[in-house]
């Protein structure tokens, strides 16, 4: 049994262990819920539009609330997903005393933290997977024809990409702290603390004119994972008017380069944790 079998036994046992967590099933449901009940706002909106939005306006939106039903959890909630379905990856392993028991087997530290991390990561794009088909079939079904719809797979890869940054992270304390609760509130904290101090140094920009801030904040983990989708989206929807999509011009390279090195430095730190450490029976 070579390195791509034992890692893909991993993967399979990845998926069992985070299936079998409630919270990780409440966690989905709440989101497909709000994606739902966000549809059923626009609809209402649509049926009584207020004055000025009729005709053309209106069904330019109309025509694009595919890209609200891909696009518009991307700020908070497939990034709580990621999380919580890496929180626990590593950690409960110690917590369970598990993790001696699945390393005394004829398996290597890094087939087994391959195996997990994919294991972790193609379930999230499973649940992506969910939210842009749910999203997509009701826009479909409630508001007619969509436009650049073509355009769904990639804006699907670049969401799982996005999410690689909180997902790896997350994976990464939860290897270093060992604890799950630990690990999932770090990272939590985390992202609402890049979320808070970017809107001050947004506040500060906007009162000072100071380009400076707005570079700073460009750094803070919350900025790449919510804009790169958009600023994706807005490059390739031919109408770049959507209410739905950043303005042309972000800057892509940037976010996706940050979103690498974050990855990138949490998945060597995991794995330098790992394989220096003693895997112990239970944490304590």
């Known amino acids: 049994m070579g390195f791509l079998q034992r890692s893909a036994n991993m993967v399979t046992y990845e998926w069992r262990r985070a299936l079998a967590k409630k919270k990780f099933y409440v966690l989905v449901i709440l989101t497909l819920v709000l994606q739902i009940g966000l549809f059923a706002l626009f609809s209402y909106f649509f049926t009584n539009p207020p004055p000025g939005f009729v005709g053309s306006p209106l069904e330019e939106?109309?025509?694009?609330?595919?890209?609200?039903?891909?696009?518009?959890?991307?700020?908070?909630?497939?990034?709580?997903?990621?999380?919580?379905?890496?929180?626990?990856?590593?950690?409960?392993?110690?917590?369970?005393?598990?993790?001696?028991?699945?390393?005394?087997?004829?398996?290597?530290?890094?087939?087994?933290?391959?195996g997990k991390f994919l294991g972790g990561l193609s379930l999230l794009g499973f649940v992506?997977?969910?939210?842009?088909?749910?999203?997509?079939?009701?826009?479909?079904?409630?508001?007619?024809?969509?436009?650049s719809i073509q355009f769904v797979p990639v804006i699907y890869l670049v969401l799982l990409y996005s999410n690689l940054l909180f997902f790896s992270m997350t994976f990464m304390f939860s290897e270093v702290f060992r604890r799950t609760t630990l690990s999932i509130m770090a990272v939590i904290g985390i992202f609402v603390a890049s979320l808070f101090i970017g809107g001050i140094l947004s506040m500060m920009h906007l009162m000072t004119q100071e380009q400076l801030y707005l570079e700073i904040s460009k750094w803070l983990p919350n900025w790449s994972v919510s804009n790169l989708p958009s600023f994706v989206a807005s490059e390739l929807i031919t109408a770049p008017e959507s209410p739905f999509v950043s303005v042309p011009g972000g800057d892509i390279q940037l976010a996706a380069a940050i979103i690498a090195v974050y990855t990138i430095a949490s998945i060597l730190i995991a794995a330098l944790k790992l394989v220096r450490s003693d895997v112990t029976k239970r944490t304590g």
């Open 128 to 147: 992506i997977v969910l939210i842009t088909i749910l999203g997509t079939t009701l826009a479909y079904g409630l508001f007619g024809p969509q436009e």
């Open 61 to 114: 939106m109309k025509a694009s609330m595919w890209l609200v039903g891909v696009l518009g959890l991307q700020g908070l909630f497939i990034p709580l997903i990621a999380i919580v379905i890496a929180g626990g990856s590593m950690s409960e392993e110690y917590e369970r005393g598990t993790a001696d028991i699945l390393l005394s087997k004829p398996i290597t530290k890094m087939e087994y933290m391959t």
